[in-house]
């Protein structure tokens, strides 16, 4: 599925500034440009566009309000010097799985100074020597470099400090793995959804979900009964 189809799809009636995190991953860009975005997001907080095939960022629209952005396996070699002009909020930014090799692309970020997080795993960068200490020296607003700080602690799991919630992840792959799994198919094939199924299918989720729950919540008092007869 093409990225400006898929940002259709994602929004499912709504307008773009009412969103406040976009998940585009796996979608295609057909010129290694983001497409299907504009100013209209001005709202969104997150924005993951992870394996679509970009080479370049030049047409990324103004977010001001965009904290935290995944842009994993594509082909990114440059253009990070827009993400300052178009992004000057962002906190977490992944870049792991990309083609920077040299540190002085990497020195285009030093004008995100809310900048904490930074992500260049799996990158030709990280080959370099003395490659951490040289990154944390060029950009000493960011705090953890490919998950840790300069000594080496590892950096708070997000999910726990969102209480749950995953910024990361679609709205139905927060319900189930297999309905995620379901979806991803649909996408997949480009086939048609409706709300109501989608409805269908969250409910179904649901329901199983209160069935397991009740079932592991009885084998925890049978096993409670267990050992009070067996202390008699």
């Known amino acids: ?14 307008s773009p500034a009412e969103m406040a995190e976009l998940v585009l991953d796996n979608s295609r860009s057909a010129d290694g440009e983001v497409e299907g975005l504009t100013d209209d997001f001005k709202e969104l907080e997150f924005l993951s566009m992870v394996n679509v095939g970009l080479s370049s960022l030049a047409k990324l629209p103004s977010l001001p309000k965009l904290r935290k952005l995944e842009l994993s396996d594509n082909n990114l070699s440059g253009s990070l010097e827009t993400l300052s002009e178009k992004c000057p909020n962002l906190t977490y930014l992944n870049l792991s799985g990309n083609k920077i090799k040299e540190l002085s692309t990497v020195e285009a970020l030093q004008n995100l100074k809310n900048l904490q997080s930074l992500d260049l795993f799996n990158c030709e960068i990280t080959s370099l020597e003395d490659y951490r200490e040289s990154v944390f020296e060029l950009l000493p607003q960011v705090t953890y470099l490919d998950g840790f700080d300069q000594d080496d602690n590892e950096a708070p799991d997000s999910e726990a400090e969102d209480e749950g919630q995953c ?7 927060q319900v189930d793995p297999l309905l995620s799994f379901v979806f991803g198919l649909v996408l997949l094939l480009g086939a048609p959804l409706s709300d109501w199924s989608v409805l269908r299918l969250c409910v179904r989720a649901d329901d199983q979900a209160g069935v397991q729950g009740q079932k592991r919540k009885r084998e925890v008092e049978d096993e409670g009964e267990d050992d009070e007869d067996e202390d008699d």
Do not use: A, I, N
């Not at 599925?1 to 709504?14: A, F, H, P, S, Y």
């Open 167 to 173: 910024p990361g992840l679609c709205w139905y792959q």
């Open 1 to 14: 599925m093409d990225m400006k189809k898929r940002v259709t799809l994602e929004l499912r009636g709504r």
